[in-house]
């Protein structure tokens, strides 16, 4: 598969007002030291991560702790091969952050693919398919690697410069393409990133394409989940 | 007293409030990191993450009543902080007393109600049908407590309890006085801080953190406010009814983080009760502790 580059510039032109400029700094200094991850524990990864946040490495010293439910994450950590069954609960759960949002890709597996580079079953590279942040590469990396890439990210949140999530919504068509690539056409996700990129003014020339036009053709409005029990349901359609 | 000055207590008094509350949230996460043998957070780690989460550039809302929870759940303790006095600063104190900040400290927890109902999150429903049961469970000891100190100084105003245990030295502090209801208190004290073994509605591995599981950026900054604000309330309360108040600012701070200690170190060292057997446990020990020492009180 031939990538198309997408290294568009996303870094954000700095305010001309100096007070607005110290906030920024601030604002970045605190989403550096406080990042809240959400571990996605696919594949084998999952296993050094234990190790990295309890007394041994303890993560909660450098401000990084973890958090159970999308909506409160920062880092979403994929930690080793992602099945195409589970990519889409990996994309589903990264739109519902809250931006500014990192994804951090753990072991080879989701670099390459690593051993399971021939298998029909897996996506290959996790960045075609959501912007990563930073890679940890190793078959598995160790607690110390993790804790390394994860002051990686740090610095890089600190001198303002992880700014990927942005390229999701400004690449979104490149990003769906190759999703539908995967899943079919007719694949959608809660989440409405092109009206959330508009609301947001990230807005691009890249995020409306074909592949979203083909996800407007079929696209549903959301529905409020109806939550029932299975026999309430019956007893409502007897009604 | 001058408006002017009233005015001022009545903003220093939450501002103060939230400043302790952060280190008291820091000392358990401290606590918390020490007994696990890590390092812990640090010093300014909660605020750290306040800012962080009022700093995600995109907010996800589910509606206006989402957003009322919360005002009124930090709200609902601002004005809670107002209603107890610390040494020097008296606020509106003596307009209200135990009736009316027992009353004042249900507001979170029903606009926190309303705010997840919003939400529509299955597990955010069980969270909060959870922190009401657990309102229900421990607010019998509480009354009992709160009855007990009243008829014990015979007033209902924070400022005549505090005023009363200062002049009668230690042996008049609620302590000595009331062991009985002292220590139903502390088997509440964990039930009202929402900690382990009686930390029903978070049980992060069970319901994904129960009433803050649609949270995120600012909402979830709210929440974390909110905490601050429940341990300084209900740590001053406490120290307010039983340990005489505080003379200074010194010996308050003193005996505030020494009550919030009691129920944070205890947090770490246990695993959690069922919804069921909370509100067993709350409704017998702590109760019948409480009716005994309401007993002696009365006698």
Not at chain 1, 44 to 59: H, K, N, Q, V, W
Not at chain 2, 207 to 223: D, R, S, W, Y
Request: proline share 6%; charged share 15%; aromatic share 10%.
């Amino acid at each position: 598969m031939k990538r198309k580059d997408i290294s568009i510039p996303v870094e954000q032109p700095k305010r001309s007002n100096p007070l607005a400029n110290v906030f920024d700094e601030l604002m970045d200094f605190c989403r550096s030291r406080s990042m809240f991850m959400l571990h996605y524990c696919t594949g084998c990864g999952a296993i050094e991560l234990p190790p990295a946040m309890t007394s041994r490495f303890d993560m909660e010293r450098l401000g990084i702790q973890p958090m159970v439910t999308p909506r409160q994450a920062d880092i979403l950590l994929i930690t080793g091969y992602v099945s195409i069954k589970t990519l889409k609960r990996v994309i589903m759960t990264y739109e519902q952050m809250a931006s500014p949002k990192y994804v951090v890709g753990i072991c080879s597996c989701t670099v390459n693919g690593g051993m399971y580079w021939q298998s029909y079953a897996t996506a290959k590279v996790l960045k075609d398919y959501l912007p990563v942040d930073i890679y940890i590469a190793g078959c598995m990396p160790r607690p110390e690697a993790v804790i390394e890439g994860l002051r990686e990210l740090m610095s890089d949140i600190k001198q303002g410069k992880a700014n990927s999530w942005q390229r999701y919504y400004k690449n979104y068509d490149y990003y769906l393409g190759n999703q539908q690539k995967l899943f079919g056409d007719n694949w959608q996700t809660p989440t409405d990133i092109i009206a959330e990129a508009r609301h947001y003014n990230l807005i691009s020339e890249q995020t409306e394409g074909k592949h979203t036009a083909v996800l407007q053709q079929h696209q549903k409005p959301l529905e409020a989940f109806e939550a029932r029990l299975k026999h309430q349901q019956g007893q409502a359609r007897e009604q | 007293m001058s408006l002017q000055h009233l005015l001022t207590e009545l903003v220093l008094m939450p501002i103060i409030a939230f400043v302790v509350g952060l280190f008291l949230v820091l000392m358990m996460r401290k606590l918390g990191a020490r007994i696990q043998r890590r390092v812990g957070p640090p010093l300014l780690q909660p605020l750290y993450d306040i800012l962080k989460l009022y700093g995600k550039q995109t907010q996800i809302s589910h509606g206006l009543i989402h957003e009322i929870g919360i005002v009124m759940a930090v709200g609902g303790y601002i004005a809670a902080e107002t209603f107890l006095p610390v040494p020097g600063m008296n606020g509106i104190a003596d307009k209200g007393g135990l009736v009316t900040l027992a009353y004042i400290m249900m507001v979170p927890s029903l606009g926190l109600a309303m705010g997840v109902g919003q939400c529509a999150n299955p597990n955010g429903s069980i969270g909060i049908s959870r922190a009401l049961t657990a309102m229900f469970a421990y607010d019998i000891p509480f009354i009992l407590v709160i009855f007990g100190v009243a008829y014990q100084y015979g007033t209902t105003s924070l400022t005549d309890v505090i005023a009363i245990q200062q002049q009668q030295g230690m042996a008049g502090w609620g302590v000595v006085q009331m062991p009985l209801l002292f220590i139903a208190g502390l088997i509440a004290l964990p039930a009202m801080m929402g900690k382990h073994p009686f930390e029903i509605y978070v049980a992060p591995a069970e319901i994904a953190t129960g009433p803050m599981v649609e949270m995120g950026g600012k909402f979830l900054g709210g929440l974390f406010i909110m905490q601050c604000f429940q341990y300084y309330t209900i740590s001053v309360l406490f120290v307010t009814l039983f340990l005489g108040g505080g003379e200074n600012w010194l010996t308050f701070l003193i005996k505030v983080f020494a009550v919030a200690a009691i129920p944070l170190s205890i947090a770490y060292v246990f695993p959690r009760y069922r919804t069921e057997d909370v509100l067993r446990m709350m409704w017998k020990w702590p109760v019948i502790l409480g009716l005994l020492g309401l007993a002696l009180v009365m006698g």
